[in-house]
């Protein structure tokens, strides 16, 4: 400004003034509100072009341009071109161009100039008005182009042209900007209106006209309406003017003594604020405009709001101030701002003759505001006079009187306060109004203004990681703020915010002086102010401003959850807080209700002090509490005054000098803050009692309601003033407070004298001159005093008493959840808190610690076990009843009728009340109790030191245990009622029960879901009984899979010491609920599902982390007795669960680790051993100092240490070899090991979380999910599945023996169902190729079979089998487990496929082989089939006349047909017939055989059944000789007992023993050892010499060529010399002497299974070779042919006669092997019994013989399994095609029929079409016709030479249809049992499919290994279900005594075995595979679940398995009476529960 313009000002009078600004305020109440960056001008002419704006419509009649468009920006942002509307040139730059184009578009003038990619230029002349400046933005280069952009247009054109700038963001055709221009948005100050989106190319009309339409509603906004060189040359003249007056104004501030010299200058200063505040507020970076600019320059000047000192009442303010000013009453500045700003107040003297002047001018401008709301940013002065201090620090200079400052319009927060003038109800209005637009500029910066109900749900998801070491910008601040809260980072309210762009700054560098270097000059600059301040940007947000923004826009459950947090940081609470809509007060009651709070108060006694601790929810607590306020504006910051008090190391109430604090603090004006001090108990205690104390923030004389709550209930009240004077404002507060009966402290800043009490409890105390610490002392003493009298308490609870406010608890959904709790509070009230538990939750007390206990017990059975087990399960069943009983408590009914009634949000309510009201109601009594235990503690251990003897200790002891119980039972929280529902839905589930009308027990797994979802801790092992309740975990995650489906999870764990910071570390870490409290808290182990968000889902393989928490290991609670079994139980069971297990070391005592490591190595050895690999990290906590990194590695270079040296340890133990830890797991002691420092920063209770601690947790965060993402979890089905296995495996005393992997095996059988189906694949199209190739040998159109051909047409299939392997293996869920068998299962695949090759190559070179052997028969044939035909045709000759008789014609056919075969096979010898019966008699003779016992076995029959003959003690004879050690004086039974061959130490074959099994002695069983059966373990020698020799027998038998060659007696006599050599061969090495009787039945038993294969074979043989047979064959086919002849057909009729009765036989053999394949296919993919596994054949084989209940098929079933499978095949495949699905059986048949007619069809079709198109002959066509059939059917050759006479080929194929359809007739009734007598059928290859698999059987039981692989190593023989080792006649020695026990229970018991007949040295069960290789290839997993199956067949079957093995049930093998309850149908259905659990 010049200085003409400036005394013009300065003349006009205060009255002037006033007018000039009534104006103005008239005038721009009716502009509209200013957008960010837009400077708004008076209206007036448009001083561009001379004329009014026009509206589009109009044109110009002078041809000037109605708009001048430039364009600025990059030029890559537009595509130049004779299309582009809006420029289609490239040349001139800053040349106006009229735009034909534009005019053709709209008609109007429009000028474009352009300016694209001159940014480098600094200046342009403006020679004309500018409507519009374009900047163009390129997509994806958006914000950077957009920021240059700006600053360029700023320097070249000023700061006004930004008020005409229009942002156009160009993009290709294809592309979508949305996403961009939200971000440009966000970044940036763009107004909706002013910016466009246009594809670059600009040709589309609607694009450019509504960018048109969008320049023409900025151009009437904008006044002028251009921007013209004048404004821009006025506009730097204003700037550089203000800046003079603004280094002017800031000398003026420098001192009071020169503002009382200025005071015309305040006027001045004063008339200008008011303008600027008629304006509307200016967004963020608004252009404000003075008054003066204004009447000088017809424009407005800039002036800028930025944060600066600000002026006390009545002061002159700087113009950028003032506008900013809230009021007078300003809150308290940034709640404590920056002591940088002073306060420089003159005197009132001073202003004493402008005060009325600037009031008026305060209430024109108040009612010329159109816009009063502050944006974010603008200057607010918060508790501005609370710093009242110079700028150079000078104290505040005393007032005489009390400065008279109005209230602002402009002030924030001050709803409900009462002014002491008069103020108009539209201010008020205007002033809430404010108020809320601010609220919402704030949130919209915070970008919370969408989220006004977050919930614990929306946070507590695992996002990204929070950057501790970055700036945060501000649309994350709030975010980040929440999370580093939840970490219990107390620098959570210090995070610093970096630029989110050009207009927001937190500070600016210091500016560089260029001036010459003198003496003057240097003094010059370091007293200028004219240092270039940026005003246009932002203050940054308050950082308590982001607190109460967080916490108005949560949820009651988050604010709760931040209020907590908050108060572990030891921060100030919000006690009363305005709410920001309503206005209204209120109190956040809900949001104290989680914290307790612990202190210890010293009591003076007699004695010595005696220190006690109490530990309470605060609500609770009944405290003193001191009230701090300010009357007026003071220079002190009472918040950091407060802080001394408490704790002088720690903000506990955020001040000015607070890192982050700024002038401007919207939401706690009015916020009344509380914080209690918490003694330790220890001298330097500032007080001896814990204090409540109150802050409110503000001036208190305008928050009346929140300082009259705060006077009533304070005990005492501290009040700071500015000064005492009667006239001052606060003088009646003050005069009240003085006359009320309490306690008052009145601090006074302009007062230096000491503390006076002035009456009775009234104190007043100065502060000028003094420090802080010495008022801080002075305020301890005085309060201390004080409160040492009796005073009043306060106590949270009576806040919902006080009217006028408004209690969050009042709202009707907590309401709602507190009376659901209060009911089940009701019930408890009164009770002895040790006694609820007993009362109201029976189950889970002694009922279910009894359960446990016996249960474990059933592990570990003794003496009869399976007697003992049978009673311990009735014990547990009797127990569950009670439980049944007792479960109908109204605590439980009530508890989950609410969980099921009410909605979500009221539910959650409801638990929240709950465990609050229940800790309420136990925190009185277990204090009681807890200090009773301390007191005893402390008796005992006197006693202990003063040796005591007497009987005193141990009754002290005593007592103290019953203490510990009592303390033990008073422990109730929510978790026990979910335990109480957990053991209720465990006894209904073992009982079956149905739901009763008292509790709908089915119902709690799917609310305990509900809440496991929702975030709640679940209790995975009881940690009172030690014991982990399967069924309702695993119901439980049963529900969460429904909810959820089977999300994957990563399962984290955590083990370490009692009280080191498990759970704490947790919490923090992911926000979790896991219960903690100084010493022991968590029991047993909770886990807790943690959810992933979306934002980084995508790294990582799974939807949530499931956290487990554990109790400490070396529990002090539990008995010293059990603590290792304990400890390495919970280790264990954790370490296998988690993917990743943190070891939580708490300090760096080595001794102290070394317990815990051992019990860890050991877990993780264990882990290796059952093939589970999770990892580890270890954790040290309260390490004291974690910087050092020399420390550091020497840290982890003895842990290493001791790592290796407990992993050589707990090699030993569980017998592996480890030499280090590295050999266990794989384990990085760089990485691998985080250090913690100490969780407290000092000494609880007061101290706050320690920031380095919040650090490491982030950190280990990070580091955990970084090795989490290289991990696919688990699914919740698997996670499951380890439950169970780990449980039940730790039950059993080895862990390692005991552990079944049930994941694992589930997953492998399915696998095996793949594998099953693969192979069938591979076998149907290898047998479909078979087919096809025997058909061609037969059709002699192959004689050799190329293994290349066969590879190659199995190569399709083949390779599409292994793209499906592939694709399993790769894709399918369990891959992770899947990989450790993929290598095997692909090369089986390829064994199978190379097998298959070789056997169909094997079968069809056998084909040919018998082709070849009947090539002379073959090459007869056509000679026989000639010879037959002429014969038959003379024959018909010579009867022709007889053609109608019949019976004649058939009587002369067969008197000369037996002379054509005669004749024809004259020189050919016959085959004979087999006749079997001879040639066995004969052979057996001639094996030296008596024919009496050969007629005797055959007449008998008994050698059909020698192999399942139970006692072969009669085929045994005396052993061949008797030992020189013998005496000879065993009985002559005990003697065939004793068979052995010599053995190493020369004892006999059967000595005297100890009796292992627990049977009676050998004197008490004399009777037993004089019968004559033979051991088990002889009688299982014989039955396996018989096995074996059936097997080579039938070996050798099926290898000879048979088919081929015939058969011959030589066959039967080998077989004969091979099993006599054998049986020689058995006796001489297990010196026996078998019976000739024996010998006998043997080899009638091997010719009798032989007999069948070798009939049919040599029927076979017979067939297709003996002539005789052949032509007998043909007889009625000739008959037919000689009877045609006879009728006088043609060649043609005989010729289609002699084809279709070849085809009849063919079709029937080709449909029969096609449909003996589909059968076969249909049956394995759809039969039930044959569409699984080996195991589930097995099921199926076991239930079809307990529907049948047929003993003999359960003996070969035990003995012969692989035999009655077999049968089992056959025996289905008959019902399934002949009765159950003879329907579809049939379908299949005639389907083939059909496709078999339609090639033969097409055949005829195509043979004919040949012959007439050749012109070929009879044999031309035959001999096409057969080769189109040559795949499919066995045709044979076809004899023409008596039919060459055929010329009609038409004809001939009309009479085969003819015939064929009488074919295809008969074929559709074609009999299913036709299969029978051809080469495929679907039993035999369903055999062939299912049987190939493991047969070998359990050494003990003899169960079946159920592996579908029949060669499955490394892996071992294993069977879900065995079975009593008596069924296949297991007996203890020398007793007649069947062994009725599983063998899965003696491997677990204490017994021992003998591994072989001959053994002398018993073996462990526990140690079985020690037993030699047998035994060692076996897997026999201890399980104390027994099938009901074999139960219920011993006793259905006991007599016959008696009389079958000659031995007894009783005694020590008598059956359980609890057996004998199980029937028929139970057996089946255990066997369908024992498939669903594998």
């Not at 305040?266 to 008629?278: D, H, R, V, Y």
């Not at 000047?301 to 700087?318: F, L, M, N, Q, Y």
């Not at 008090?645 to 916020?671: A, D, Q, W, Y």
């Not at 004389?701 to 700071?720: A, G, H, M, P, Y």
């Amino acid at each position: 400004m010049e200085a003409g313009e400036e005394s013009e000002t300065q003349s006009l009078t205060p009255n002037d003034e006033a007018d000039e600004m009534e104006e103005s305020a008239a005038k721009a109440k009716f502009d509209p509100v200013n957008e960010p960056g837009v400077v708004q001008h008076s209206e007036k002419e448009d001083e561009c072009t001379g004329t009014d704006f026009k509206p589009v419509s109009t044109t110009n009649e002078k041809v000037m341009p109605e708009l001048t468009l430039m364009l600025i920006g990059d030029t890559n942002s537009i595509e130049i071109g004779s299309k582009n509307i809006l420029l289609d040139h490239d040349g001139q730059v800053n040349v106006e161009q009229f735009s034909a184009k534009l005019y053709d578009l709209c008609g109007r003038h429009i000028s474009v100039i352009n300016m694209l990619g001159l940014q480098h230029v600094d200046k342009f002349p403006l020679n004309q008005g500018i409507h519009a400046f374009l900047l163009l933005l390129p997509i994806g280069l958006h914000n950077s182009h957009y920021s240059s952009g700006v600053q360029w247009l700023e320097k070249a054109f000023g700061k006004g042209s930004l008020d005409y700038l229009m942002t156009v963001e160009t993009h290709d055709s294809d592309e979508k900007c949305e996403s961009e221009l939200t971000d440009l948005k966000a970044n940036s100050s763009l107004v909706e209106k002013r910016y466009h989106t246009c594809t670059r190319s600009l040709t589309d009309e609607k694009e450019v006209l509504a960018l048109l339409e969008k320049i023409d509603v900025m151009v009437c906004e904008n006044d002028p309406h251009c921007y013209s060189g004048l404004m821009h040359d006025e506009n730097k003249e204003q700037e550089e003017h203000l800046h003079h007056k603004e280094d002017e104004e800031e000398m003026i501030d420098s001192s009071v003594l020169q503002q009382n010299q200025k005071v015309g200058q305040m006027e001045e200063n004063a008339s200008e604020t008011n303008q600027l505040k008629s304006d509307p507020v200016n967004e963020p970076g608004d252009v404000e405009q003075s008054e003066n600019d204004h009447e000088n320059t017809r424009g407005r000047s800039e002036i800028h709001s930025v944060p600066s000192a600000t002026k006390e009442k009545g002061e002159a303010d700087e113009v950028k101030e003032v506008n900013n000013e809230s009021s007078s009453n300003m809150t308290e500045r940034s709640m404590e701002e920056s002591d940088a700003v002073q306060d420089t107040s003159p005197t009132p003297q001073t202003v004493s003759t402008v005060t009325n002047e600037l009031d008026e001018l305060k209430q024109n401008a108040a009612k010329a505001e159109c816009d009063p709301v502050n944006e974010p940013g603008d200057v607010d002065q918060s508790e501005k006079n609370d710093d009242n201090t110079t700028a150079g620090g000078e104290p505040e200079l005393k007032s005489d009187t009390p400065t008279t400052k109005k209230k602002s319009t402009l002030e924030i927060g001050m709803s409900g306060n009462k002014d002491k003038q008069p103020v108009k109800i539209s201010e008020e209005i205007n002033r809430e109004e404010q108020y809320q637009r601010g609220t919402e500029e704030l949130l919209g910066r915070l970008y919370l203004q969408d989220k006004h109900q977050q919930t614990p749900a929306d946070f507590l998801k695992i996002g990204p990681p929070v950057k501790q070491d970055h700036d945060t910008c501000e649309k994350d601040l709030a975010h980040t703020f929440l999370q580093r809260l939840m970490m219990l980072d107390y620098r959570a309210r210090y995070i610093p915010v970096r630029q989110d762009g050009p207009k927001v700054s937190q500070s600016k560098p210091a500016q560089k002086f260029d001036a010459v270097e003198t003496e003057k000059s240097d003094l010059d600059a370091l007293l200028s102010t004219t240092v270039d301040a940026d005003h246009s940007k932002q203050t940054r947000v308050h950082p308590m401003d982001v607190q109460m923004a967080v916490f108005h826009c949560s949820d009651s459950f988050l604010r709760q959850d931040m209020i907590t947090k908050l108060s572990q940081c030891q921060y100030a609470l919000p006690l009363l807080v305005p709410d920001p809509v309503t206005m209204d007060i209120v109190c956040p009651l809900w949001t104290f209700r989680q914290i307790r709070k612990t202190w210890k108060i010293t009591q003076i006694r007699n004695g010595p002090n005696t220190v006690t601790m109490k530990s309470m929810p605060i609500c609770k607590a009944e405290t003193p509490m001191v009230s701090f306020f300010r009357l007026g504006s003071l220079s002190l910051s009472k918040s950091q005054l407060m802080n001394t008090l408490i704790n002088n190391r720690h903000s506990t109430f955020f001040h000015r000098n607070c890192p982050g604090s700024t002038k401007s603090c919207h939401l706690m004006e009015g916020v009344a803050e509380i914080a209690w001090y918490c003694p330790s108990g220890k001298p330097n205690d500032a007080f001896n009692a814990c204090i409540a104390f109150c802050n409110l923030h503000g001036d208190a004389l305008f928050t009346e309601k929140q300082r009259d709550i705060l006077t009533e209930k304070s005990s005492v009240s501290v009040v700071l003033v500015p000064t005492l004077e009667k006239s001052q404002n606060s003088t009646n507060v003050i005069l009240a407070l003085l006359q009320s009966p309490k306690p008052l402290i009145i601090l006074i800043a302009d007062n230096d004298c000491g503390a006076v009490e002035m009456k009775m409890g009234k104190y007043k105390v100065g502060l000028k001159d003094r420090s802080q610490s010495d008022v801080s002392e002075e305020l301890k003493g005085i309060i201390g005093g004080i409160l040492s009298r009796p005073q009043a308490s306060f106590q949270l609870e009576t806040m919902t008493e006080v009217s006028g406010i408004r209690v969050d608890e009042d709202d009707p959904v907590c309401q709602k959840g507190k009376s659901a709790a209060m009911k089940i509070v009701h019930l408890i009230q009164g009770m002895d808190v040790s006694k609820v538990k007993e009362t109201f939750l029976p189950c889970q007390g002694q009922l279910w610690h009894k359960w446990c206990r016996i249960n474990k017990e059933l592990y570990h059975l003794k003496g009869h076990i399976e007697k003992e087990k049978c009673k311990k399960q009735q014990e547990l069943k009797q127990i569950r009843q009670h439980q049944c009983t007792a479960s109908c408590s109204k605590l439980i009914k009530f508890f989950t009728e609410s969980l099921s009634s009410l909605p979500s949000t009221d539910k959650e309510h409801f638990l929240k009340w709950t465990q609050i009201l229940i800790d309420a109601h136990s925190t009185d009594d277990l204090s009681l109790i807890l200090q009773s235990y301390n007191e005893k503690w402390s008796e005992v251990v006197a006693l202990k030191n003063k040796h005591d003897k007497s009987g005193q200790l141990k009754n002290k002891q005593t007592e103290l245990e019953q203490i510990s119980a009592k303390l033990q039972s008073a422990t109730f929280g929510l978790e026990h009622i979910f335990r109480e529902m957990g053991q209720i839905y465990e006894a209904h589930a073992f009982l079956k029960q149905k739901n009763s009308g008292q509790t709908d027990w089915s119902k709690y797994p799917d609310l305990a879901a509900e809440l496991m979802i929702s975030g709640y801790p679940m209790e995975l092992m009881n940690g009172d009984a030690g014991h982990v309740p399967l069924t309702w975990i695993s119901s439980l995650l049963d529900e969460v899979i429904k909810k959820l489906g089977n999300k994957r999870v990563f399962v984290l764990s955590v083990l370490g010491v009692q009280s080191s910071g498990k759970s704490t570390m947790l919490n923090a870490m992911f926000g979790l609920q896991f219960a903690v409290s100084a010493g022991r808290c968590t029991k047993g182990a909770f886990m807790q599902l943690v959810k992933m968000s979306e934002e980084i889902k995508k790294d990582f393989k799974f939807d949530y982390i499931l956290v487990v928490d554990t109790e400490g290991l070396r529990a002090l609670e539990l008995a010293n007795d059990d603590i290792l079994h304990h400890d390495n139980e919970l280790a264990t069971f954790v370490v296998g669960l988690g993917n990743m297990t943190l070891i939580n070391i708490f300090g760096e005592n080595p001794a102290e680790m070394q317990d815990v490591l051992q019990i860890v190595v050991q877990a993780f050895m264990r882990m290796k051993k059952v093939k589970l690999s999770p990892s580890c990290v270890f954790v040290h906590q309260n390490v004291t100092d974690i910087s050092a990194p020399e420390k550091n590695m020497d840290g982890k270079r003895r842990l290493q240490e001791k790592l290796d040296q407990m992993a050589k340890l707990a090699a030993k133990e569980e017998v592996c070899d480890a030499a280090c830890f590295s050999d266990i797991i794989a384990f990085d002691v760089q990485k691998d090991v985080k250090y913690f420092a100490q969780l407290w920063e000092g000494s609880p209770p007061m101290a706050p979380p320690n920031p380095g601690y919040s650090e490491s947790i982030q950190e280990l965060k990070n580091f955990i999910l970084s090795k989490a993402s290289q991990s696919a979890g688990i699914t919740f089905s698997q996670f499951k599945s380890k439950i169970l296995d780990l449980w039940n495996a730790l039950l059993n005393e080895n862990f390692v023996f005991s552990f079944k992997n049930t994941q694992e095996i589930a997953v492998y059988r399915k696998l095996e169902v793949q594998y099953g189906n693969w192979t069938w694949a591979l076998r149907s199209n290898m047998l479909t190729i078979e087919n096809q190739l025997y058909v061609r040998i037969e059709n002699g159109k192959l004689d050799k079979v190329e293994p290349r051909y066969v590879h190659l047409e199995m190569s399709k299939t083949y390779e599409k089998i292994k793209e499906d392997m592939t694709a399993y293996f790769d894709d399918d869920r369990n891959k992770e487990i899947l990989v450790q068998w993929r290598g095997r299962f692909e090369s089986k695949i390829k064994e199978f496929y190379d097998e298959q090759v070789r056997g169909a190559k094997r079968k069809l070179d056998e084909v040919i082989q018998q082709k070849n052997a009947r090539k002379k028969l073959d090459e007869k044939k056509t000679e026989f089939e000639n010879k037959l035909l002429e014969k038959s045709k003379e024959l018909a000759h010579q009867l022709k006349d007889k053609a109608n008789d019949e019976e004649e014609l058939e009587k002369q056919f067969n008197s000369v047909w037996r002379g054509w075969v005669d004749e024809l096979t004259a020189d050919t010898n016959s085959i004979k017939d087999i006749s079997y019966e001879e040639d066995q008699s004969d052979i057996l003779q001639d094996l030296g055989f008596e024919w009496s016992l050969i007629a005797e076995s055959k007449s008998s029959g008994r050698y059909i059944k020698i192999s399942e003959v139970g006692d072969y003690s009669d085929y045994v004879t005396l052993p061949k000789y008797q030992h020189p050690c013998d005496t000879g004086q065993q009985s002559q039974d005990d003697k065939n007992e004793n068979k052995k061959p010599k053995v190493e130490g020369g004892s006999s074959l059967w000595v005297s023993f100890k009796n292992f099994w627990g049977f009676r002695s050998t004197q008490q069983n004399k009777k037993r050892t004089s019968s004559s059966s033979l051991p088990y373990e002889e009688q299982q020698l014989i039955r396996s010499v018989i096995d074996d020799v059936e097997k080579q027998s039938l070996g050798a038998i099926k290898s000879k060529p048979v088919a081929a060659r015939g058969y011959s007696q030589t066959y039967l006599q080998e077989v004969g010399n091979n099993v006599k050599a054998k049986v020689t061969e058995f006796e001489s090495k297990w010196n026996y002497a078998l019976k000739k009787e024996f010998m006998v039945d043997l080899l009638l038993y091997v010719f009798d299974r032989a007999e069948s294969w070798l009939s049919e074979s040599h029927k076979k043989f017979k067939m297709k070779n003996d002539a005789l047979t052949y032509l007998e064959s043909k007889k009625m086919q000739y008959y037919n042919i000689f009877r045609s002849f006879c009728k006088g057909n043609s060649s043609a009729v005989v010729l289609g006669e002699l084809i279709c009765e070849k085809l009849k036989s063919s079709t029937v053999e080709a449909v029969c092997n096609k449909t003996a394949i589909d059968l076969a296919g249909e049956m394995k993919c759809n039969f039930p019994a044959f569409s699984g596994n080996r195991l589930n054949l097995e099921k199926h084989v076991l239930k079809s013989l307990a529907e049948t209940e047929d003993f003999d098929g359960f003996l070969t079933y035990i003995q012969h399994p692989k035999t009655q499978v077999k049968t089992f095949i056959k025996e289905e495949v008959t019902k399934y095609i002949f009765t159950k699905n003879k329907a579809k059986a049939n379908e299949i048949l005639k389907k083939n029929v059909e496709d078999i007619n339609k090639l033969v069809i097409q055949a005829l079709f195509t043979a004919t079409e040949k012959a007439n198109t050749w012109g070929g002959n009879t044999d031309m066509w035959v001999e096409e016709f057969s080769s189109l059939l040559k795949d499919e059917l066995t045709f044979g050759t076809i004899c023409c030479q008596n039919l060459h006479d055929i010329n009609n080929f038409d004809f001939l194929k009309e009479e085969i249809n003819k015939g064929l359809e009488s074919i295809m007739e008969e074929m559709s009734n074609l009999s299913l049992d036709k299969m029978k007598e051809f080469r495929l059928k679907p039993d035999q290859i369903l055999i062939d499919q299912l049987c190939k698999c493991c047969w070998v059987t359990c050494p003990f039981c003899a169960a079946v290994c159920t592996n579908t692989l029949e060669d499955h190593s490394p892996d071992k023989h294993n069977v879900p279900f065995h079975r009593p080792c008596g069924i296949q006649g297991w007996h203890g020695r020398k007793t007649d005594e069947l062994v009725i026990d599983f063998c899965t229970t003696l491997v677990a018991s204490d017994r021992c075995f003998y591994p072989h007949h001959y053994s002398n040295k018993t073996t462990p069960y526990k140690q079985y595979q020690t037993a030699g290789e047998k035994y060692a290839t076996w897997e026999i997993t201890p399980d104390a679940s027994k099938l009901t199956y074999w139960k219920w067949f011993v006793c259905r079957f006991q007599k016959q398995l008696e009389d079958h093995y000659n031995l007894k049930f009783h005694r020590s093998g008598e059956i359980p009476r609890e057996w004998r309850i199980h029937s028929n149908q139970d057996a089946i259905e255990s066997l369908d529960e024992m498939y669903n659990q594998q």
